[in-house]
């Protein structure tokens, strides 16, 4: 046992010197950790459209359609930009990307509106981007209802003698008070970041231990001999220190610079964490079995980000989703870290809320460090012993193989 | 005799742009296997279209005739799905703060009394705004709920003192709004996303392959060799080593296409010829891209950096989800920097909004810039070719 720990340490000693030596991967633990979030939430930090530029056409002319375009231009979703003369230049603005709406205002409306009739006006709406449409629409619908509510009340008093009184309703957001996007999405994000970079970074690792294996004879000599259990989790907890400092700042101070909802205290935040880190760290040491240099792993593993960034739920909710990407969703543990972390950070929960997130992560802390365990075991290890033999019968076999895949010889 | 120097180093370096391609199982895998299955997974993941059901619960603290009427509707809406009534406001936070829903809506008590002796009854619906797009499918739902009941309590009121239904419906609704949304009257939410996110999710492949492909070059140190094949014409090595890479890519890419206009039903509005013809010159804008980067920066760590920055972040300078209106001018000025932002916009204008071809001509010339850029540039790379340096 004792033995065992002795290992143990000396795997997390030099785990720790490789990560530092290595510039890529400091790169990717540090350097990552440290701009993806600030650029992200620089491009989403204005957080809601204002003056969505839009273009009226006034068939009518009277007092009251300039009314309805004066207090149109007057919301802060859309801005007027120009008034058309008729729906074919409007277009033609439309086409040039001049404006992203157009607000047309039939010739009868006030004669309509004062005859006691509905007065009728249409709206054309950009759908190239869905943010355009649901702030044209929100422009509009408050303009008619606080002008229809005027008339409302005019026409309905001499029948109702103050008798009855409409529902007013209220909506009240909670969690992303500001209804801002980057607040939504970002926190989302952010334990995204770290999980990717974490991956990244192990598969970094690993690509140069197999690329020192086949120069020297399929020997790493920066490995440390330690049994198995013993490398997979000496590792693990390597990264789990060399993490603390990028998850204080990811998970902690960036929603603090950019003003995102911070409801959770540092403590809770990082609490949720550690079972997190430890279980991408398992995973990482999973998948680093398909990295066979330390280049590939921006090929093998930077796309599989937008996988996991749809599978947490950010763009399309989880429970629309099918069983099958439901399951799959569960698998990966971002989507688990960043539901727990957005209920924490922007619903105010404690961790005693979110036990249902917790629990599940500690229980892929388990999954994956079987997995890992099983793949450095029965994938790795024996394929490093094939190496060594085949070395030793022909020196530059393994070198010659890289040549021959590479190039054309 | 100069054609047919030139022919002969370029079917040379074709030859071996070939080898190389079908030699490593990696480049099969990485051009054609998991980009279909990642392009198949983005539409899958959202092929029901439009967002329904949102799980929200309902606090009655009226317990009346007119709230129950109330939760009826709303039990037959489609937006929302009542998945809990609680007891009472505490009750219905704390549900929210476990997300085992994602709002509610809150009638106080007295709500029937206060409407029937006009003393400004009011209803809220907390909302959890964390979850964008259900939050807003909610708000929908919610206030159509609340304006059918004010409907019903003034229809009832009107129509005891005769009035016609036309004239209670124009005092209902004085202003009616008609809502034309050309290309997408469904409000179908994976049209958005697929035909922005998957090219933008191909294009991610195309930028790391191509990067991945010219470092392997310079780290095995078997640059040379690659421009000796093309008589140390650097434009030939280049076309020579990518083409063949081209026509994979746009093979998969009119696939995709394919997957995404005939199999998923996304907008496709124009002649499709239009699209076809596009696809290939993103594939190439994109190839030239990468290359573009690794003039910058010709060495294959910071390159493939480079590339994968861009291909990640383009998902969010393109302005796909927040306007480029909207957005910081710098940070819209970026998304101009990439092939991806072209695409888009031609698609939207192309597929989308079927409009004149006349009006995307830019977007066409400038995917073909970006293939023409990195040849002018590619004497840096030569540099780095002759004197292979590599830093891991």
């Known amino acids: ?409 | 005799m100069l054609q047919g120097m030139v022919k002969f180093y370029f079917v040379e370096s074709f030859k071996r742009g070939m080898v190389q391609m079908v030699r490593r199982p990696m480049y099969i895998l990485m051009m054609v296997i998991i980009p279909l299955l990642g392009c198949f997974t983005l539409m899958d993941l959202m092929k029901a279209g439009t967002i329904r059901r949102v799980p929200v619960g309902v606090v009655d603290m009226d317990d009346s005739e007119l709230s129950h009427r109330l939760l009826r509707t709303m039990d037959a809406f489609q937006q929302v799905n009542i998945k809990h009534q609680y007891k009472d406001f505490k009750e219905a936070k704390l549900a929210v703060q476990c997300g085992d829903i994602l709002g509610f809506y809150y009638i106080p008590e007295d709500l029937e009394k206060r409407t029937l002796s006009a003393r400004g009854p009011v209803v809220s619906f907390y909302i959890n705004y964390s979850y964008f797009a259900p939050a807003s499918m909610q708000y929908k739902g919610f206030k159509t709920i609340s304006l059918l009941t004010n409907a019903g309590i003034v229809q009832t009121t009107l129509r005891t003192v005769g009035l016609p239904s036309q004239a209670i419906m124009a005092t209902m609704q004085p202003y009616n709004t008609h809502q034309h949304m050309p290309a997408n009257p469904w409000l179908n939410y994976n049209y958005y996303l697929s035909t922005s996110f998957v090219p933008c999710f191909f294009a991610l492949f195309i930028l790391l392959l191509t990067a991945f492909s010219l470092g392997t070059e310079l780290k095995s140190g078997l640059c040379r060799q690659w421009l000796a094949v093309a008589g140390d014409n650097m434009v030939l090595a280049l076309t020579g080593k990518l083409i063949p890479q081209t026509v994979v890519f746009t093979s998969v890419g009119w696939f995709i296409q394919w997957l995404m206009y005939c199999v998923y039903d996304l907008p496709l509005n124009c002649n499709p010829l239009h699209m076809l013809v596009a696809m290939p010159m993103f594939v190439m804008a994109n190839q030239g891209f990468a290359v573009l980067m690794f003039c910058v920066t010709p060495n294959f760590r910071f390159g493939s950096t480079l590339c994968t920055l861009m291909g990640m972040l383009s998902f969010s300078f393109c302005a796909f989800s927040l306007p480029e209106e909207a957005m910081y001018p710098w940070v819209a000025a970026i998304g101009y920097l990439v092939p991806m932002k072209y695409y888009f916009l031609l698609s939207v204008d192309q597929a989308v909004n079927g409009i004149d071809l006349y009006y995307s001509r830019l977007y066409y010339a400038a995917l073909v810039g970006f293939v023409v850029l990195p040849l002018v540039l590619s004497w840096r790379i030569k540099r780095e070719c002759l004197n292979p340096i590599y830093v891991p």
């Open chain 1, 1 to 409: 046992m004792r033995q065992w720990f002795l290992e143990m340490y000396r795997v997390w000693w030099r785990e720790f010197r490789l990560v530092l030596r290595d510039e890529g991967v400091v790169i990717f633990f540090f350097g990552v950790c440290a701009v993806y979030p600030i650029l992200y939430s620089l491009i989403y930090n204005t957080e809601v459209e204002r003056d969505e530029p839009i273009v009226v056409v006034d068939d009518c002319r009277s007092q009251l359609s300039r009314r309805l375009a004066r207090n149109l231009d007057a919301t802060p979703e859309v801005k007027i930009v120009s008034y058309a003369a008729n729906m074919q230049e409007a277009r033609e603005l439309m086409h040039r990307k001049k404006c992203y709406g157009v607000v047309y205002i039939p010739r009868d409306f006030d004669m309509d509106v004062n005859r006691g009739e509905q007065g009728h006006v249409s709206v054309y709406s950009d759908m190239s981007v869905m943010f355009r449409y649901k702030n044209m629409l929100m422009a509009i619908t408050n303009v008619t209802q606080a002008m229809g509510g005027e008339l409302q009340s005019q026409r309905l008093a001499p029948f109702t003698y103050g008798g009855v009184e409409l529902i007013e309703s209220r909506q009240v957001p909670i969690g992303n008070t500001g209804m801002g996007l980057a607040s939504a999405v970002l926190l989302f994000i952010l334990p995204l970041v770290i999980q990717q970079s974490m991956l990244l970074g192990i598969g970094m690792l690993h690509g140069g231990s197999i690329e020192r294996r086949r120069r020297n004879r399929g020997y790493d000599p920066m490995e440390e001999p330690a049994c198995v259990s013993a490398t997979v989790i000496g590792k693990m907890l390597c990264h789990q220190i060399v993490y603390v400092a990028p998850v204080v700042y990811v998970l902690h101070f960036t929603p603090m610079m950019f003003d995102f909802p911070q409801n959770s205290n540092l403590l809770h935040s990082v609490a949720l964490a550690v079972p997190f880190i430890i279980a991408v760290s398992f995973m990482g040491q999973t998948l680093q079995a398909v990295v066979n240099e330390r280049e590939s792993v921006f090929l093998l593993f930077a796309f599989t980000s937008v996988i996991f960034v749809f599978l947490v739920g950010v763009s399309w909710p989880r429970y629309e989703m099918s069983r099958f990407w439901y399951t799959v969703g569960d698998c990966v543990p971002s989507t688990w870290m960043s539901n727990g972390y957005v209920l924490m950070q922007s619903g105010g929960a404690t961790l005693s809320q979110i036990v249902h997130p917790y629990c599940m992560l500690w229980l892929q802390c388990g999954v994956f460090f079987v997995l890992a365990y099983a793949v450095e075991r029965f994938v790795s290890r024996p394929r490093y012993r094939s190496w060594q033999r085949k070395a030793a019968a022909d020196a530059d076999s393994l070198q010659r193989f890289d040549i021959i895949k590479n190039g054309v010889g």
